[in-house]
């Protein structure tokens, strides 16, 4: 049998003690290619693009232009509806996965910081956009962004 989380479990395991918290001031960075095996490896692969408040420029560790979630609902976190969540493209390429780091925006292989990866594509993936076409200069704006707490 398998091991189920209540509602008001998983809610805690993401609010403001959990995830919403551990990943507070946040930034995304989109990558071409495939994603790694783990989000303790290594990048392998120059950002695309990065994704903060309102295209913000992000400095690590200090809260400004970080991306942040509401409250969690029904066991699931979303982007803060007041922000804006986009970025400015640096390359040109396909985006095929990005990773979501933490406010320390720590990269390379690592196994001690907070960040997690999901495939990118324009439907059925964890990251859907309307094209994963990235232009250098052009901005991309994230309109939804939900984190889930599976129940079982």
Not at 70 to 92: I, L, M, Q, R, Y
Not at 104 to 125: E, K, N, Q
Not at 130 to 150: K, L, N, R
């Amino acid at each position: 049998m398998a091991l189920r989380l209540s509602t008001g479990l998983r809610n805690k395991l993401l609010g403001t003690s959990g995830f919403k918290s551990i990943m507070q001031y946040g930034v995304i960075r989109l990558f071409p290619g495939v994603q790694p095996s783990s989000a303790d490896d290594a990048e392998g692969a120059t950002p695309l693009l990065e994704i903060t408040v309102s295209s913000g420029t992000f400095s690590p560790g200090t809260g400004e232009n970080g991306l942040n979630f509401d409250d969690p609902v029904d066991g699931a976190c979303a982007k803060a509806a007041a922000e804006v969540w986009s970025g400015v493209a640096s390359a040109t390429g396909t985006a095929g996965w990005f990773r979501f780091y933490a406010t320390d925006r720590t990269t390379g292989a690592d196994t001690t910081h907070a960040r997690f990866d999901g495939s990118v594509s324009t439907s059925g993936a964890q990251l859907n956009m309307s094209s994963t076409a990235i232009t250098a200069g052009a901005t991309t704006t994230i309109d939804s962004f939900t984190v889930t707490m599976p129940a079982s």
